[in-house]
């Protein structure tokens, strides 16, 4: 029993042996980024700036890209103001946004393991499949929520840089400020109406949008989407007794093919002391001719008519009418006079000859927006 006791013993320690020279020859293999010598490495801190944002997030996300083409890094943070990630000597890039992947029920999120192939796509709207006629090449799409990036397309520190500060007992900082831009772009609608008296409740879907984004770029995919525009309010007006206006607003991603006039502001600083003060980098907007066909953007319009049961609808094409606002670029608008959308007249649900508009309201809200036309 003792001799096989002292066996085991020997056996244990060849085995430990044997693991320790693996774990030796195998340590010359890279280390994922979250492991890393502290001797070879450097600390990133990011310190994302949400100065175009209504509201503060509430998190963000960080995807670090190694230049070789190892595995990248995701950061999903509550810290909005910066975080600190310690990276191997070595060459990187860095998309942020706000939020994460999985709270934008209206996007999805494709590709996103390359920095170059990132993609944000619309997701389906299931819930209005059918109302409207829209292009074969279109995909009726969610309104999407806001969304901001901002990306870094070339970050590089060496290994003599990171040793010349620890010879002087600093460590080795790159501090970059990142400043997401907003790139979803509103539309607001703005078209002339007779017989606004006659209509009860207003739909409408712009169809011919970009339905894909690619963050790095900061550019419209050509894959197009259609929207369901449900935010309507209607106005007479003082030149016609029966005539006035239809405005509709609808978040979209911008028209397919095109810039969206934002490029990178991200800034970096280096730094070997334990300070992180703000850098303040310039937005930068670079100017791009519309590439989309004019012909293939419509606006349908459906209106439910004061009888209650009478759907009037009419289509417009509006691709040479779409503008940028001057001082918004993310601003789109499309005026239409002409045509004039048409509300023949109608006998109310009622029965007394009264309209179910209220000129006496300002802006008319939408009266009933659950309606299966």
Known sequence: MKKYFIFTQKAAFIVAMLCSLAGFFSSCKREPLEIVDPSNSFDLIIRPRWIELDDRPTGFTAIIYPTDG????????????SIKVSLPAGGYRVLVFNQTQDEFSSLTFRHMDSYYDSQVMLAENTEDVGKYSIMSTSTLAQEPAVFASDCCNELYVDQHEIDVARSTNCRYRKVLTMKPHIIISTLNIKLRVEGIYNGYAIEGCIDGMAGEVFPTYFDAGDRKGAFVIKEWSGKPNSISETGGYYYGKVRVFGMPGTSLYLSSSASIETQT?????????????????????????????RVLLVDRKTVYEQAFNVGDLIERTLNDPLLLEINIEEPVLELPYVKPADGSGASGFDAEVEDWEVIDQDINF
């Open 273 to 301: 002391t334990p300070e992180y003060p703000e850098t303040r980098g310039i937005v930068t907007r670079s100017y791009s001719d519309p590439k989309f066909q004019p012909e293939d953007m419509v606006l349908h319009m």
């Open 70 to 81: 190892s595995t990248p890094q995701t950061i999903i943070s509550n810290n909005v103001d």
